[in-house]
């Protein structure tokens, strides 16, 4: 009997043991849902995954090809953050649905450029071209207002982000325009004669920005990538903790080695 409460306590003190020397699995507390974009935003939060992990911070990161669903699901609490988006797109779509989401930090800037499979420089663009925009206005107006700064077009208001269409004042090549949706332009490339693509699309679709743009912002470029939350949760120290890992020295250095200008620290 008493050989037997013996082997049983051993065996207590094994399992306790154990457990104690067991890491304990991430609880909900641990973890910060991230939606972004693939590229280069899911890349840049892989390359940080691993910091945060050590520093007890869990990151799942939830893809989307488009830019409507990270803020719908941010705004319902399916994320806690996103990180895809310009601050004049979140405005517009703030402004929109009433959402009142929050920019956290500014992380990198991805200049906007335009590009063609029919063309090899811009003075080759034949009058009556058919050039695809994106067709929403934070982008929209951003392919107009770079279309204009390099002469094609002639906008009402150089200082408004959001130009539409209506907006244009002289189009001396009489440009036909067709407004798509953002993740589709790179795969309209043989459709079209010029195509003013997003970085992160046109990353995807392996076109080099540095070497394939005929077209593309400077480094001066107001439309910088925000990690962004709602108000309730913008001052959680998870995501406090993010924002200074996306903000870091590591992550500079990274998107300078992988993207070589194609993506611009904002930091």
């Not at 799942?60 to 609490?77: C, G, I, R």
Request: hydrophobic share 45%.
């Amino acid at each position: 009997m008493v050989a037997r409460r013996a082997a049983l306590l051993s065996l207590a003190a094994f399992a306790l043991l154990a457990a104690c020397s067991r890491q304990p699995a991430p609880s909900a507390a641990d973890t910060l849902v991230v939606g972004a974009t693939a590229v280069p935003h899911a890349e840049v939060l892989e390359f940080i995954k691993p910091k945060l992990a050590v520093e007890g911070l869990k990151i799942d990161v939830k893809v989307f090809n488009d830019y409507v669903q990270p803020n719908t699901q941010l705004a319902e609490k399916h994320l806690d953050v996103n990180y895809f988006q310009t601050g004049p797109y979140l405005d517009t779509v703030n402004a929109d649905h009433g959402w009142g989401l929050v920019k956290v930090a500014g992380v990198h800037i991805e200049p906007l450029g335009a590009y063609s499979s029919k063309i090899k420089a811009i003075a080759d663009l034949p009058a009556g071209a058919t050039v695809a925009i994106p067709n929403e206005p934070s982008n929209g107006g951003r392919a107009l207002l770079l279309l204009a700064r390099n002469g094609l077009i002639t906008l009402k208001d150089l200082s408004n982000p959001v130009s539409t269409l209506k907006d244009i004042t002289a189009n001396p090549k009489n440009l036909k325009f067709k407004e798509l949706e953002s993740a589709t332009l790179p795969r309209v490339l043989n459709q079209v004669d010029l195509a003013v693509i997003n970085t992160n699309y046109a990353l995807d679709a392996k076109l080099d920005p540095s070497k394939d743009a005929l077209l593309i912002e400077d480094k001066t470029s107001p439309y910088v990538n925000f990690l962004v939350s709602r108000p309730d949760n913008a001052t959680d120290p998870r995501v406090l903790k993010l924002a200074k890992a996306l903000t870091s020295p590591e992550v500079k250095a990274f998107l300078a080695e992988k993207y070589k200008g194609a993506v611009v620290p904002a930091f």
